[in-house]
């Protein structure tokens, strides 16, 4: 079974060496002078205002862990649709109870309004 | 796939009408949020009836997973009991602060599931997801409710500590299972007698389990998160946390320890008696120290959850879940007054907020009086019964010396919880206000309260039930 | 031979997953932390490859590195955290730290040092047939034997939901959101108000 991998394997590796060689290259061939102006962070001829990073919203952790939580449940759909013929019902009827338990929570979120923006 | 709706009616229908409550709140506007409140009290009415029609059958359902046992109805029907004592407890302390009572109500059912589900866990697999469900929701109320920065603490604090301890537990299960091959807990003891000579993958992944179960009980040294959680959160959460989950780890604990390892406990005794005996050393007499009275209260559950590793050490587990309910009983009762006082504004924090409560209200001073002598044991209430059944097992046991380290250890006791009686009765009160409770609270709470003295004066029938389990 | 590049690429991927882990607790800006744990997920996913797990493998990949990761790059870029204050304990209890972790490391050797490696049911890994279908044999096997464990799971992930919600979701207190049906709904005498004879004592002549 593994060996249907091999060419994955392959990718890989020469993503690799295609992502890291040109770091490599400029390291050792390009001329390297630095002094203090050179180092220096640049703001438009000022010196930097603030952190590049910003803060963010805590919606978006919110939209974050909720899409989280529905990937999970595909995770799940992937198995079952493949086996779902071979089991029958009792099957059917234990994704159905799996995906009523997160349409309630679909319902809860979406009354509550977490899903809006604005 | 063997199912049998009768015999998962209990978590069935308290899953189902979480999920209706759930969504039925959203449709209802403000002034009918105690319609969420009654709901929540009739299933868990419900759920504890049909708990309680299971006491003669024994099942094992669902490719294992599932077991419900008699131990396993004694369990849920106390944490649904406990439950309605809580939500009674709690609604007025709620609607006079605004809180969000719904997710309070709907988070603690999802708890009060997970409690379910751990205490029929028929294997680690379900074990496992038990805790989760029961520790997820709790983690969100600590957290929810934030009224200052001791709150945000108490919840980072309790979430971090619970996820390694979850950590730790599912290490231990995946030792376990990969050192046997097992997961039904049924299946298990086999396997383990198989092998000629003691296992030391399986030992190490036992290891791991304790210590995770011993994360849940709050036993020294895995207790960090207790006195912070007890402090920093709200009453009525503190209510929540100290009582029902500790039934349900006993559930855990038993099944683990009993279940699996009854035939070999020289296994995990030795983990057991030190974290007894650390719980009981350090619970005790950091007690002493404290000013704060839900921190107080949170070392007195650690010497508590000493007494009940104690009768596990003597392989009483009758005992042990003697100990666990008496102690849910109490705590309830006492943490139940906290939070029926803290009202107009007032929250109980300190022991000197209790000062000449006998002067403002004499009747929940009594109570109060009553659950605090139960706590330290004062016979004849059943604080006294449960220490004295523990003690005795440890005498049947052959380790006495455990037997007077115990009762050392409850004389300390005894003189913190006196302190609060004395600030009750002979201390000035700072500021005079009217305490009004109402009417059903006040008939639940007396109940609750004399019931742990009625309980140890007439202890035979639940220790009869007690003695039934194992 | 097929073994020794089994084990050539077993060493390969728990380098890998070693090296990230501990540059996850030695990299200075969180941000870079957070995408070392990146590597080391792949590098996991490429050891469960390795034992014929594909699905969990491709999933590991999917859920954690696709969706959670993103999530502690919120975290981390949300609480716009100076990782230096936090650094400053470190020193402090870095001797506590290596006792503990020693005391495990010590325990975990010793252990395996009295374990009877080939007595547990681990055995040699059987090489699959080609056709062999991973997702196929966990379906067979959620479905059926655990498929109580399996609900158990999705009532997890809807308390997560409401756990979520309840957390950082504070209500439309602060929004100025519009509402499309109540615009449209509005008639003339919701926006204007006609005032007939002002009198001369009136207070609107001021």
Redesign the interface.
Known sequence: MLENYLPIVVFIAVGMVIGVAPIVLGKLLGPNKPNTAKLSPYECGFEAFEDARAQFDVRFYLVAILFIIFDLEIAFLFPWAVVFQQLGW?AIFAMGVFLL?LT?GF??EW??GALEWE | ?DFSLKAMLPEIFL?TMT?VI??LD??LSDRFRRVTYLLSQVTLVFAAVFAIALWDNHFVL??G??VSDKLAVVLKTSVFIVGFCIFTYVYDYLRERDI?IS?YY??AL?SM?GMS?LISAG?L??LY??L??LS??L??MV??IQRQNTASEAAMKYFVMGALASGMLLFGISLIY????QIHLDALPVAINM?EQP???L??GVVFVVIGIGFKFGAVPFHMWIPDVYQGSLSPIVLFVATAPKIAAFGMLSRFLWDMFGAAPETWQSFILIMAVLSLLLGNIAAIAQTNIKRLLGYSTIGHVGFIFLAIYAGNFAAGAFYVLAYALMTLAAFGILVVLSQRGIEIEDITDLAGLDKQHRWLAVMMLLVIFSLAGVPPSIGFYAKFVVLSALVDAHVAYLAVFGLVMSAIAAFYYLRVVKVMYFDEPTQTREITIPHGTNVLLSINTLATWVLGILPGGLMAICLLLY | MEIDWLKFFFYCYAALALFGATMVIFSRNSVRAVLFLVLTFVASAGLWMLLQAEFLALILILVYVGAVMVLFLFVVMMLNMNLSPLKEGFVRYLPLGILIAATIVA??V??YK??DMA????GELAQKPADYSNITELGLALY??????FE??G??L???I??AI??TFRGPQNRRSQNIAVQVATRKDDRLRVIKDVGPDSDLKA
């Open positions: 009792p338990l309630v319902i809860y009354k509550k | 796939m899953a999920c759930l969504v959203l449709y669902m490719g997973h599932f969000r997710e709907i988070l999802f599931l589900i294997s697999l379900t997801l038990g989760e469900l997820l929701p983690y969100a957290a929810m990969g050192s046997t091959g092998a296992d030391m993958l030992l190490l | 325990q975990l010793w252990v009295n374990t007595a547990l049911h681990l059926t034997d655990y498929l109580y464990p158990i799971a009532v997890i809807l308390v997560a409401i756990a309840a957390l």
